[in-house]
């Protein structure tokens, strides 16, 4: 399986405060995405990145900040955290090239990072 | 209206059987559809993706791609215990890969 670690693994923090998470690849992947997923919502899409210092808005973008610096790192700001963003992150990335016509977009999933916002 | 809407279920079939998962997308522009497995508190892991109009059989799953009705669907023939998980269908319109809320399946010994 493709090397993506998240950190921390968990966190507890307090309303108001500022939070980062960090996404690391070794697999050098091209494309690297930050979801959230909560009980009955499934996983939505918070920001991606297509390169370094390219990136975009997923479906739940508000109140989150997208940093990649290297092609390796993906980091998730929250930039005043709220109870309402307490819920697992998903970091993930993959290759999303072209191969013989088919686009290989598998997704390589971090382990999650279990967020609490109290 | 969500971009891949999903059944959340959860849907129980008996063990040996056929299941039938399913999945409708709202962007005409989707050229890759993906059905991913997830166990409770562990990371989704893909199991099939599809490109093109038909089926695509890998082992027990088969996954049905319909573009013109905006349709996708994943069976599972002899359904076992460990098929017992969370199943999310994904859809990548241009550079995003855009996730429904996903179906719980519960086999039943």
């Known amino acids: 399986d493709a090397g993506i670690t998240q950190s921390p693994r968990h966190k507890v923090t307090e309303t108001g405060t500022p939070v980062t998470l960090r996404c690391h690849q070794t697999e050098n992947h091209r494309y690297m995405y930050w979801y959230r997923q909560d009980p009955g919502h499934g996983l939505r899409l918070i920001h991606y990145s297509y390169g370094v210092k390219d990136t975009d808005k997923g479906e739940v973008s508000d109140g989150y900040s997208v940093s990649r610096s290297k092609t390796e790192d993906f980091l998730l700001t929250l930039e005043s955290a709220t109870s309402s963003q307490t819920s697992v992150y998903f970091c993930a990335s993959s290759w999303a090239e072209k191969v013989d016509l088919v686009a290989n977009e598998k997704l390589f999933f971090g382990s999650g990072t279990q967020l609490s916002v109290l | 209206q969500k971009e891949v809407e999903q059944n959340s279920g959860p849907l129980s079939v008996p063990e040996g059987a056929i299941a039938s998962l399913n999945c409708t997308y709202s962007?005409?522009?989707?050229?890759?559809f993906f059905w991913y497995r997830q166990y409770s508190g562990k990371s989704p892991e893909l199991i099939m993706s599809i490109y093109s109009n038909g089926d695509k059989e890998d082992g027990r799953f088969t996954a049905q791609l319909n573009k013109a009705s905006q349709y996708v669907s994943l069976l599972i023939r002899d359904s076992q215990p460990s098929d017992s998980a969370t199943y999310l269908c994904?859809?990548?319109?241009?550079?995003?890969?855009?996730f429904g809320k996903g179906t719980r399946l519960h086999i039943l010994p």
């Open positions: 962007d005409r522009g989707s050229q890759s």
């Open positions: 994904a859809v990548s319109p241009a550079d995003k890969i855009i």
